[in-house]
């Protein structure tokens, strides 16, 4: 036990036994200051000198630009615009697969390929309707007459926008219609004899949606006007515009020709869609 105690009391006494450090004049031996120093004092200088610097590095970090530097940080404003960038493509993607959607039934309505799951049984109910109602409601003979007027008048003009400024849609070709407008036979068009090369111009301004070549239907050029309103323009010798290009009304998109299968002789196939569904042209564009 008393081995212990003077074992305990000795490093006690170490710990607390004082020395002093002096700084000399190594020429001189000159003493220029002293300090007064036991292990104590070092161990806890040495703690707290430890502490104070890691506290001091971390909020050097924290609150300066100095984090950015550090690999596996990311700054508020980095993050930011990657959560930025992630939704913009998100949007992006979501817009891409709509107008690839679009572009697909565009195709499908330009090759014929139309699926009879388009008509579901509200549709239908809706039509048989809409024919009982036509068939009830028998027209007097003033009421023909405005009819036929406003027909004449919406000939010309058919069209308006949301502001109520009408538009009017211009014939893409002049010559002399060979077959009319006949959904019964699925013909969503009519056929316009010309010259081969006869320019082909817009009927309204619009967006080239698709322009290339088919088969069936040699070149072909769409355009979406506003208002859903879609031109489709079948048979030409070639073209003028490319996809994404903006046109105005008149302008020249092609020449028409022969080109494609489904064709015998130099003429143009012109159509028209709104909303999805086809549209008689001769009801809003004077061909004559």
């Known amino acids: 036990m008393a081995r212990k105690t003077s074992g305990k009391k000795s490093f006690r006494k170490r710990l607390v036994h004082k020395y002093r450090l002096l700084v000399l004049n190594e020429d001189t031996f000159e003493e220029r200051f002293s300090f007064r120093l036991n292990r104590l004092n070092v161990f806890v200088i040495t703690v707290f000198s ?10 050097l970090i924290a609150l300066t630009p100095l984090r950015e530097y550090i690999p596996g940080y990311a700054s508020t404003k980095l993050i930011k615009q990657a959560a930025n960038l992630s939704e913009l493509t998100d949007s992006l ?6 107008n690839e959607t679009y572009l697909q039934s565009i195709r499908e309505v330009l090759t014929g390929n139309l699926k009879p799951t388009a008509l579901n049984r509200d549709s239908i109910i809706e039509a048989v309707a809409r024919e009982i ?26 069209l308006s926008d949301e502001s109520g400024q009408d538009f009017v849609l211009f014939p893409p ?9 006949n959904p019964e036979e699925k013909h969503f068009a009519i056929d316009i004899a010309t010259v081969k090369n006869t320019p082909v111009k817009a009927t309204a301004d619009g967006t080239v949606i698709l322009a290339e070549w088919t088969a069936d239907t ?9 208002d859903n309103l879609i031109s489709v323009y079948k048979h030409n ?9 903006l046109v105005k ?7 028409s020709g022969n080109t494609g299968a489904l064709t015998t002789g130099p003429h143009l196939h012109f159509e028209l869609w709104s909303e999805g ?12």
């Open 277 to 288: 569904y086809p549209i008689n042209p001769t009801n809003f564009i004077d061909f004559n």
């Open 249 to 255: 009304s008149g302008e020249v998109i092609a020449a």
């Open 173 to 181: 070709v002049s010559g002399v219609i060979t077959e009319t407008y």
């Open 50 to 59: 430890a502490l104070g610097l890691i506290l001091g590095t971390t909020l």
């Open 218 to 226: 040699g070149y072909i050029i769409v355009l979406r006007h506003k």
């Open 133 to 158: 109602d036509d068939q009830l409601l028998a027209a007097s003979k003033e009421d023909s007459l405005l009819r036929e007027r406003v027909q004449q008048e919406d000939k010309y003009n058919p």
């Open 237 to 245: 010798a070639s073209l003028s515009v490319e996809q994404g290009d």
């Open 93 to 98: 993607q979501q817009r891409l697969a709509a």
